[in-house]
């Protein structure tokens, strides 16, 4: 679950122990920055998720994301690695 500010988690929590008697465990995760990940060059991508193996995920539809902790290695990243794109959306399909 991702939100803009802890109230949304708050109101979430307190939802799902009124609606449905379930209690939840929130985590907080230190990241700034999510991006999804294209390359068309494979064994450049493979190195790429070597490399940043503790800051990638993949999404609800099994697409690789980038998860930055700050927008300065976001920055470092991008500028890394050029020919990979660090999508700000991604469509659905």
Request: glycine share 4%.
């Amino acid at each position: 679950l991702g939100a803009v500010g802890i109230l949304q988690f708050d109101v979430t929590m307190a939802r799902l122990k009124d609606e449905y008697g379930a209690d939840a465990v929130t985590e907080p995760a230190d990241y700034a920055r999510a991006r999804w990940i294209e390359c068309i060059d494979k064994r450049m991508l493979d190195q790429f998720e070597r490399e940043n193996k503790n800051n990638l995920a993949l999404d609800a539809q099994g697409h690789l994301t980038y998860l930055a902790r700050s927008e300065w290695s976001l920055d470092y990243e991008m500028k890394q690695w050029p020919e990979i794109k660090f999508l700000n959306t991604r469509e659905h399909s």
